[in-house]
């Protein structure tokens, strides 16, 4: 009896997805509002660029100007002749942002910002 009471709850417990809901899934993350280029996502940089990249943490003591010419530094080592400098750089910053810094860039809206 009680294996019976098992599967019936089982089978409760089991959700109906028709067609559209395995086609259209549910999103886990909002979208980013970094928009690249289609050819951008074959994009490729080694674990070591990341690791050179200043943080930016968004604190009102810091300089913002002087972390991104720190940043743009680093980014300029980098070199790749099948991306321009723009989507370098774009595919990067989310990396060096930390803290309040990161929460603002999670915050824009989906897309505003384009390679």
Same mark, same amino acid.
């Given at each position: 009896m009680a294996e019976e009471d098992n599967q019936s709850l089982h089978n409760e417990n089991i959700r109906v997805r028709t067609l559209k809901h395995h086609m259209n899934p549910t999103r886990t993350s909002a =979208?980013?509002?970094?928009?690249?280029? =289609?050819d951008a996502s074959h994009f490729n940089f080694k674990l070591n660029i990341i690791q050179l990249l200043p943080f930016f943490h968004g604190l009102d003591l810091k300089n913002p100007y002087l972390y991104l010419r720190e940043f743009e530094e680093v980014c300029n080592t980098y070199n790749d002749s099948n991306y321009s400098m723009n989507t370098i750089r774009l595919k990067l910053f989310p990396f060096s942002l930390k803290d309040k810094a990161k929460a603002w860039l999670q915050n824009l809206r989906p897309g505003s910002i384009r390679a």
């Amino acid at each position: 009896m009680a294996e019976e009471d098992n599967q019936s709850l089982h089978n409760e417990n089991i959700r109906v997805r028709t067609l559209k809901h395995h086609m259209n899934p549910t999103r886990t993350s909002a =979208p980013s509002c970094i928009v690249f280029l =289609p050819d951008a996502s074959h994009f490729n940089f080694k674990l070591n660029i990341i690791q050179l990249l200043p943080f930016f943490h968004g604190l009102d003591l810091k300089n913002p100007y002087l972390y991104l010419r720190e940043f743009e530094e680093v980014c300029n080592t980098y070199n790749d002749s099948n991306y321009s400098m723009n989507t370098i750089r774009l595919k990067l910053f989310p990396f060096s942002l930390k803290d309040k810094a990161k929460a603002w860039l999670q915050n824009l809206r989906p897309g505003s910002i384009r390679a």
